[in-house]
């Protein structure tokens, strides 16, 4: 070690023994009695805009398409998730590990409300524990042989969804906007992230699109006009589905029936995500 040594590697162009690279790969382990094979995570501007809801729609389809899906809620503070599967029991663990909450068609689920022992009860958490909390859905939950895992991120792109997506695997990440946000700045912030975080982003879907009136059959865009198409134009990116505002949404969520709500908005979405499943992220990364 030379006599002026700072103790600051990442600084020093020294080429001593003592030295130590910078770690650069933050990725966890997954449980090893755990089987993913690929991981979408759903980032949102903000809350309330649809993120859960395009996360589920996206399980339910890709079952229904035979894989073995799973919801991994890293909405911590805003689990909205197995309330739309109706899901009413908590997670039970085994000597290994955590196991999640199958629905009823067979999607494995883990929130932070099938811990807690009150739905209602909220989670005041700094950033940090609620990092860890999605770490710990990550690397304590046994995950049987999942096709597809979707990942319900933390809004924003602050501190928890960068820690996230520093420690979880993630091979895409689709992006949830409604029209009555500020899309190009959210569109922006997240293409920045993913770019940072070298996640490719597979596309973008607009939530509460338009409206269908029931009495005319024509389409109202509520919100005003979309911008969506041009926007995605700019960043190189696809637009992969336009959801409708639809009382019947909100009622299958309220009912928690989500997973029996017919609506076909993400077929075209199923082949992107088959592709993905070629070269994942996975297959380089702890395993
Ligand atoms: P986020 O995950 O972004 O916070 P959610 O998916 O939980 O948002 O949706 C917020 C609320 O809006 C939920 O009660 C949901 O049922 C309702 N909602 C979302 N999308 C639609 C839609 N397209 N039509 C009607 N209600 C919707």
């Not at 690397?139 to 960068?162: E, H, L, Q, S």
Request: negative net charge; aromatic residues 6%.
């Amino acid at each position: 070690m030379s006599e002026n040594c700072k103790q600051n590697c990442s600084s020093c162009s020294e080429k001593c023994t003592d030295r130590k690279e910078a770690q650069t790969d933050f990725h966890i382990k997954l449980h090893e009695m755990s089987d993913v094979k690929r991981v979408i995570g759903i980032v949102s501007g903000k809350g309330g805009v649809g993120k859960s809801l395009v996360t589920s729609m996206l399980a339910v389809t890709m079952n229904k398409k035979g894989y073995h899906t799973a919801i991994l809620d890293a909405d911590v503070t805003g689990p909205s998730i197995p309330k739309a599967f109706g899901i009413k029991e908590k997670a039970m663990g085994n000597e290994f590990g955590l196991l999640p909450v199958k629905t009823k068609t067979g999607i494995d689920i883990m929130s932070v409300n099938l811990l807690l022992e009150n739905d209602s009860d909220p989670v005041i958490w700094r950033g940090p524990i609620i990092a860890n909390a999605v770490q710990q859905f990550w690397k304590d939950v046994i995950w049987d042989n999942v096709d597809y895992m979707f990942i319900d991120m933390p809004p924003g792109t602050g501190d928890v969804p960068i820690t996230v997506f520093q420690s979880i695997p993630v091979d895409g990440i689709i992006v949830a906007t409604s029209p009555q946000e500020l899309v190009s700045m959210i569109v922006s912030k997240a293409v920045n992230m993913a770019e940072k975080m070298n996640i490719p982003i597979i596309g973008l879907v607009e939530n509460m699109s338009y409206f269908k009136c029931p009495d005319n059959g024509k389409d109202y865009q509520i919100f005003g006009e979309s911008h969506i198409e041009k926007i995605a134009d700019e960043h190189n990116l696809k637009v992969l589905a336009k959801i409708p505002i639809d009382p019947k949404i909100a009622k299958a969520c309220d009912e928690g029936i989500i997973e029996l709500f017919d609506g076909n908005w993400f077929e075209p979405v199923v082949e992107i995500l088959e592709k993905i499943g070629e070269n994942s992220n996975l297959k380089n990364c702890c395993g």
